[in-house]
């Protein structure tokens, strides 16, 4: 739990590479738009990576940043999207931001490569924004584009009741968890300010993620209630439909995504592979000193960070050596 939460603190020198970033707003059809900060290395490149943050995050959540800055030092563009309604873009849509919604990445990777002129583009996902990267992997996977780079995903929750059952635990966790929501809250409000007549009665008054899934998510998705959208939306039961190359990085000891979700990702062959640490928290992989790395030294302490930049780094073949934890 330690790592977690030391590993969600700002980072020296993260605003300052943030503010230099390019904003894009992306039409996502005719009730939403996104926006988008693009950060581009120093050289030309044609190859661009799309991060999208966990639960009620955004382009500014650390981790993102964090990881773009690697990929730009390596040479690869960095696409840091915000999901609809997140990052304060309540203005931008009159849809509701849930776990399974594939459309805004799909859309913001098509505007990388139409309107950026990008020829390949990697999709990456934490946490919940892992859940809908590879949601959009199984979408692409019967025809995956000719610009589909790596699939690579850091401790997606792709099971929405475990880690619903996790935040409900214990003192920790439930404050965890009220930090989500408050998250979660300030999106619906946000869309209300801007005049989207959402009934957020009650808001306030909500504890957990759970009950906000139950008022809130799960109605104005489309779901029955909260169960139905753990159920429909957890890819944890439609992992075999993905066909296209595809990584996770987990970590044993993670403690609001449970590890049994992978267990058997370890054992059967697919398009899926498994990078699996026995520490390393929630989005977090903190290491006492930077790793040699297999691609060259790594940038900082941040593991994880360093192995999804290798990985994209390595092409479309087999995943390189990966440097242990």
């Not at 992978?262 to 006492?288: D, K, N, P, W």
């Amino acid at each position: 739990m330690r790592s977690t939460l030391v590993g969600a603190l700002p980072r020296a020198g993260a605003s300052a590479f943030a503010s230099r970033a390019e904003r894009r707003i992306v039409p996502i059809g005719e009730r939403t738009s996104v926006r988008v900060e693009l950060d581009r290395p120093s050289q030309r490149t044609r190859e661009a990576v799309l991060l999208l943050h966990g639960l009620a995050g955004s382009s500014e959540s650390s981790y993102v940043v964090g990881t773009a800055r690697k990929a730009v030092a390596r040479g690869i563009a960095a696409a840091r999207m915000n999901a609809r309604g997140c990052g304060g873009t309540g203005a931008l849509t009159k849809e509701t931001y849930h776990g399974d919604e594939t459309d805004d990445p799909l859309g913001v990777a098509r505007f990388l490569v139409e309107q950026e002129g990008f020829e390949r583009v990697h999709l990456v996902g934490f946490s919940v924004g892992g859940n809908q990267i590879l949601a959009l992997a199984a979408r692409l996977s019967p025809a995956p584009p000719p610009w589909l780079g790596r699939t690579v995903t850091l401790c997606p929750c792709i099971d929405f009741e475990a880690s619903a059952r996790e935040l409900e635990r214990d003192a920790v966790r439930r404050a965890i968890g009220r930090v989500f929501v408050r998250r979660l809250a300030a999106v619906l409000k946000d869309r209300v300010r801007a005049g989207d007549p959402v009934d957020i009665s009650g808001i306030d008054r909500i504890r957990s993620v759970r009950a906000f899934d139950e008022r809130f998510t799960a109605p104005l998705s489309g779901f029955a209630d909260a169960a139905d959208y753990y159920r429909r939306a957890s890819m944890v039961h439609r992992l075999e439909e993905i066909r296209v190359p595809t990584w996770i990085l987990a970590a044993r000891d993670d403690p609001l995504v449970p590890f049994d979700a992978f267990e058997h990702l370890e054992t059967e062959a697919g398009a899926i592979r498994l990078l699996a640490s026995e520490y390393g928290g929630h989005v977090a992989f903190l290491a006492r000193a930077p790793s040699p790395g297999p691609l060259g030294p790594d940038l900082d302490r941040r593991w994880a960070e360093n192995r999804i930049v290798d990985l994209l780094r390595s092409g479309c073949g087999e995943a390189p050596p990966v440097a242990s934890w």
